[in-house]
């Protein structure tokens, strides 16, 4: 498993970077789970990420295909190597191929090796948006590299509460059966990893427990290396 951690700013990232993360990934928590941050930060966080591949989210969408679009060519184009987009307000497989479909052919037309990540929600009953489940066959269609699972409402609930684990491992067997990379991600624990190997996704995404537990508080370089000991034992 590789592990993905969010900072917020340039100085987490180089945390981020000293603690031994595989991804640095761009996001604006004040815009919600998957919110977006500015081209300027993208460029910023890539410049100090070096060699250290780069995502960064592009929002938590409702049905804008070509809004959608142009936020990921935005992110393709300030830097990210991974570019991520939340179907939080989406609610049909049609909708969902379509605005994948928009988003994938904006990027790779920019940049055929960049990688689109299409993320559902865990929660998803309680946010009423489609089942992350339906996302493995609409993001081979589509043309998606990375299906991920997120939790859309941050209250502290964890993907692990609305999800079991064979839930999540079917996830997990479905989208390698369609060819997909997986990333599992929403509060995620250090208690959570004997499970998560269980699992096995080949990406954890985390910010709250390399914060100490507060995913408003400041990335702790020595939480991020502990952290990747534990995945890697």
């Known amino acids: 498993m590789k592990l993905l951690v969010s900072p917020v700013n340039?100085?987490?990232?180089?945390?981020?970077?000293?603690?031994?993360?595989?991804?640095?990934?761009?996001?604006?928590?004040?815009e919600g789970s998957l919110g977006a941050n500015f081209?300027?930060?993208?460029?910023?966080?890539?410049?100090?990420?070096?060699?250290?591949?780069?995502s960064a989210t592009i929002g938590d969408f409702n049905?804008?295909?070509?809004?959608?679009?142009?936020?990921?060519?935005?992110?393709?184009?300030?830097?990210?190597?991974?570019?991520?987009?939340?179907?939080?307000?989406?609610?049909?497989?049609?909708?969902?191929l379509d605005m994948l479909t928009k988003i994938v052919r904006a990027v790779k037309d920019f940049d055929?090796?960049?990688?689109?990540?299409?993320s559902g929600y865990s929660d998803y009953k309680r946010i009423n948006s489609i089942s992350p489940?339906?996302?493995?066959?609409?993001?081979?269609?589509?043309?998606?590299?990375?299906?991920?699972?997120?939790?859309?409402?941050?209250?502290?609930?964890?993907?692990?509460?609305?999800?079991?684990?064979?839930?999540?491992?079917e996830f997990v067997s479905i989208s390698r059966d369609h060819g997909l990379q997986t990333a599992l991600a929403g509060t995620i624990k250090f208690e959570d990893i004997p499970a998560l190997?269980?699992?096995?996704?080949?990406?954890?995404?985390?910010?709250g427990c390399v914060c100490?537990?507060?995913?408003?508080?400041t990335i702790r370089k020595e939480l991020v290396e502990k952290l990747m000991m534990a995945i890697n034992e």
């Open 197 to 207: 190997k269980r699992i096995s996704p080949d990406i954890i995404g985390v910010r």
């Open 10 to 30: 340039v100085e987490e990232a180089r945390i981020c970077k000293l603690g031994g993360a595989d991804i640095i990934d761009v996001k604006n928590p004040k």
């Open 133 to 169: 489940f339906e996302l493995p066959a609409i993001g081979r269609e589509a043309g998606v590299d990375v299906v991920m699972m997120d939790t859309g409402i941050k209250d502290g609930r964890s993907t692990f509460e609305f999800l079991n684990n064979d839930e999540l491992k």
């Open 112 to 118: 055929n090796n960049k990688k689109v990540v299409a």
């Open 63 to 96: 049905y804008k295909p070509g809004t959608a679009s142009l936020a990921a060519l935005g992110a393709a184009a300030s830097g990210a190597d991974y570019i991520k987009v939340g179907l939080y307000d989406i609610h049909t497989n049609d909708q969902a």
């Open 39 to 54: 081209p300027w930060m993208i460029k910023a966080v890539k410049q100090a990420a070096g060699h250290i591949p780069v």
């Open 212 to 217: 100490g537990g507060d995913r408003n508080s």
